[in-house]
């Protein structure tokens, strides 16, 4: 039992009467919990209800029941009832701990035929009659992670399941496995609480005594599939059950009629999509592969550091309905590391949504196995499919599996977060309207690296290379990766967010909305899910010091300088309260010397020339010119959290006075989110004005800015702040760079048409020859990426480049450069 288990019952009142609820009857669970909850100095069961343990006492206490039974049997010529004796009243009284069972062939007999004594509807009499709160806290023990199979096998039937094993299967589990078995404690219910609810003021003792056994067996059931994951059926169930259902078999004969083709031919057009897509869940299978997976993390990282607070939250949470977990996507890794994490935290693997890049042999039939489902990029013209893959989406669901999948559609190649895509979410919220689960709970996940494995591949396609698709050789090539160190992995998880919850917020049911709502709303928890990713973002020392190394306006810096602005991004990281690497809390200044000696050894950063022979904190550094996209790479993994600052920064610089008006930035900081919608998430809940005034006053904090004396909302510059304001100021100078390439070249390609990637290619080209031309001088504002995003804006915003004369055009790249000259010294 961890240490949020104990938890559990730490935060329950210590003068609290707690009864610890079996789903079946099990003398062993209660021995477990009579030792094991002892050792570890929490409430211990002294008592069950209806279930006699006399041949586990010692021989002493028996021969003494004996003869305590023999006397009440001779002088009142029966034997006593301990519910009619108040014996289990006194002895809850006193203890203060018991167990009971909720179902129990005899029970139910007794309870149901001869209408003896319920000890929940005992429960309930007893804590109407005292002061004391009784807690009843369900306790599940677990032999197996497996989910229940459909169809029992022989072993099955005979020696009983591995979730509700025999005597003979259980006791070869505890010799053979004992490692594996483990118990867990589910959210306590305050009975109390529980019958002051105006549901169940007018029910009789009898009628409340019922629902509060249906609730919490529903409570161990939910909690048992949070765990172990829905009863697994076989493929062919699947199949079958998806394929003849009416809602699918209408289209297939509609699409049949309108294309004037055979129907067998579109059943088994559709046989076949189902094949491409559907994963072949197989618990054997994930064993192999957690294994595996544990033997890769511990050869190429150095541990992963996980929000266990975080988990156990997303843990209750999957008891009410399906998660839909939605990590950030920076790496092939993440998809296993999260998988490996869960597995490992009693938790069933998602059914991982991946693209059909990924289904090639011999890996495309092992991510099938482990959960992996595979869609296409794009469902453009495949009516059937589309069709057929909405249909297993709401199959998924209905059974009950969470699902695991990237909103921002592909690997991040920037460092930073994507914009959503919200393809696969609209389709859950299809499927949630049309009522596969009651509730739908989305998991925003964070999945950080000091250092990531695809990184050559990144730089090289950011700067426009051609990505290499997946294939065989990329897994052979892969064993190269195990001979390093790639720092540690961070995990983080967001509060979980209830579709259900969420609706009820806007004061309607999603199925009620009508399609331009439920458009919006989609848009919404699409936003709402990559800010929420933002918040978990970890910075770690290699990201500070990659953002303190490009941002310094000097070519050559020596150490101290780089460590002098590492302080100044920390300073307001802390004051934004921004979750730091465990190596920053334990020694920030280790930490930065480590990750500096990291880039140093990988030749990131050199020492200047001419100064080999210096002392190292008198040796000028610089920033190896055919490294800076990589360390844009790992700047960007944390500058969500600086990006208020940067705006707030230049909003401020442009001003060109050392005193303003706080109320003077509120627009342009509205024009700097509004110029890079495409870069940045912004929260939709909180106004320019918010960031702005947020940002005033952490720059104070740091005595950036100093308020002025007798003017209100009224500010002033100190002598260091101006330098420290375009240090933030600096991590918008390759957005801006990359913003002026493309205006440059919607103004100079007059009347030239080009698809997509033939325009992108060319204002490539045009950004390295303005390099060379020093008309920009950062090679990582070359970034492909950034021009779709520029050309992206440009074209939303009404001009084209047919449309080079647009007086918009100049307007932007008059601000653009103005505001790059203020950022360079």
Not at 494 to 508: C, D, Q
Not at 714 to 732: E, N
Request: glycine fraction near 6%; charge should be positive.
């Amino acid at each position: 039992m961890g240490g949020e288990q104990a938890d559990i019952l730490k935060n329950i009142p210590h003068h609290a009467i707690i009864v610890y609820t079996v789903q079946y009857k099990s003398r062993f669970e209660f021995l477990f919990a009579h030792t094991r909850y002892r050792q570890l100095r929490l409430p211990t069961p002294q008592l069950i209800f209806d279930a006699g343990i006399y041949l586990l006492q010692p021989l002493s206490r028996i021969f003494r029941i004996g003869l305590a039974y023999l006397d009440t049997l001779v002088h009142r010529r029966r034997i006593q009832s301990p519910y009619r004796s108040d014996y289990y009243r006194r002895a809850l009284l006193n203890s203060g701990c018991a167990m009971l069972y909720l179902v129990e062939k005899r029970g139910f007999y007794r309870r149901f035929v001869k209408a003896q004594n319920d000890p929940l509807g005992y429960l309930i009499k007893l804590q109407n009659s005292i002061d004391r709160p009784i807690y009843l806290v369900p306790q599940l023990m677990f032999f197996s992670k497996n989910p229940q199979p459909a169809v029992p096998s022989l072993m099955d039937t005979v020696f009983g399941t591995s979730q509700r094993p025999g005597m003979l299967r259980k006791m070869a589990l505890l010799i053979r496995y004992p490692g594996k078995i483990f118990t867990e404690l589910s959210q306590p219910l305050n009975l109390r609480q529980w019958l002051a609810q105006s549901a169940h003021w007018e029910k009789s003792i009898d009628d409340q005594a019922l629902q509060l056994r249906r609730q919490l067996l529903l409570q161990h059931n939910r909690h048992r599939q949070s765990i172990t994951g829905p009863t697994l059926k076989s493929n062919e169930e699947l199949k079958e059950s998806i394929l003849t259902s009416d809602r699918i078999s209408r289209f297939i004969a509609k699409h049949a009629e309108s294309r004037q083709e055979p129907i067998q031919k579109i059943r088994k057009m559709a046989d076949g999509y189902l094949d491409e897509i559907a994963a072949r869940y197989n618990p054997s299978a994930i064993r192999i592969l957690s294994a595996a997976v544990g033997w890769i993390v511990n050869a190429m990282f150095d541990g992963a550091v996980i929000d266990k607070a975080g988990l156990a939250r997303v843990k209750t949470m999957s008891q009410k309905g399906p998660l839909i977990l939605i990590p950030c996507h920076k790496s092939h890794i993440d998809y296993l590391i999260l998988s490996y994490v869960l597995y490992n935290n009693n938790m069933p693997c998602p059914h991982i949504a991946a693209g059909k890049n990924l289904s090639f042999w011999p890996l495309g039939p092992i991510f099938r196995a482990g959960g992996a489902f595979f869609l296409r990029r794009t469902f453009k013209g495949a009516v059937l499919y589309a069709r057929i893959f909405s249909a297993y989406i709401h199959k998924l669901l209905e059974e009950g599996f969470n699902i695991e999948l990237f909103i921002e559609g592909g690997r991040s190649r920037t460092g930073k977060l994507l914009m959503p895509k919200l393809g696969m979410i609209s389709m859950l919220l299809e499927a949630y309207r049309k009522g596969a689960c009651e509730d739908m709970i989305f998991v925003p996940v964070y999945i950080g690296y000091d250092r990531i494995i695809e990184e050559q591949a990144y730089i090289h396609e950011v700067e426009g290379g051609k990505k290499e698709d997946e294939n065989l050789g990329q897994v052979f090539r892969a064993r190269r990766f195990l001979k390093k160190r790639y720092g540690k992995i961070y995990i983080n998880f967001h509060t979980p967010i209830s579709t259900r919850e969420l609706t009820e917020e806007n004061g309607t049911s999603l199925d009620q909305m009508p399609t331009k709502e439920v458009n919006a709303f989609c848009r919404n928890l699409g936003w709402r899910i990559i800010n929420a990713i933002d918040k978990e973002t970890v910075i770690t020392p290699h990201g500070l010091v990659a953002g303190a190394s490009l941002n310094i306006s000097r070519p050559r810096f020596t150490k101290a300088e780089l460590l002098d602005v590492v302080g100044v991004y920390l300073r307001w990281a802390m004051l934004q309260n921004a979750k730091l690497a465990d190596t920053i809390m334990l020694n920030h200044t280790l930490a930065m010397e480590n990750a500096i000696e990291h880039y140093l050894s990988r030749k990131l950063l050199e020492k200047a020339p001419g100064d080999k022979s210096r002392a190292d904190d008198q040796t000028d550094f610089v920033v190896n010119p055919t490294k800076r996209s990589l360390l844009e790479f790992y700047k960007n993994n944390s500058i969500s959290y600086f990006v208020p600052a940067a705006f707030t920064a230049l909003a401020i610089l442009r001003k060109d006075a050392f005193q303003f008006n706080a109320s003077d930035l509120h627009n342009t900081y509205t024009f700097f989110q509004d110029l890079f919608k495409y870069e940045f998430a912004f929260d939709l809940d909180r106004p320019a004005v918010q960031y702005v005034r947020k940002s005033v006053k952490s720059f104070i904090d740091d005595a950036i800015l100093m308020p002025h004396a007798t003017i209100p909302d009224c500010y002033q510059i100190t002598s260091a702040g101006y330098r420290k304001l375009r240090l933030f100021a600096a991590f918008m100078r390759p957005y801006l760079e990359s913003y002026k390439v493309v205006l440059h070249f919607l103004r100079t390609h007059r009347h030239e048409k080009a698809d997509a990637k033939e325009r992108l290619k060319k204002i490539q080209s045009l950004g390295f020859q303005m390099v060379k031309t020093k008309e920009i001088e950062l090679i990582e504002s070359v970034s492909r990426i950034n021009y779709a995003n520029a050309l992206s804006y440009f074209s939303a915003g009404g001009t084209r480049d047919h449309d080079a004369d647009d007086p918009r055009l100049a307007h932007f790249q008059a601000i653009i450069e103005n505001d790059l000259a203020r950022v360079i010294p």
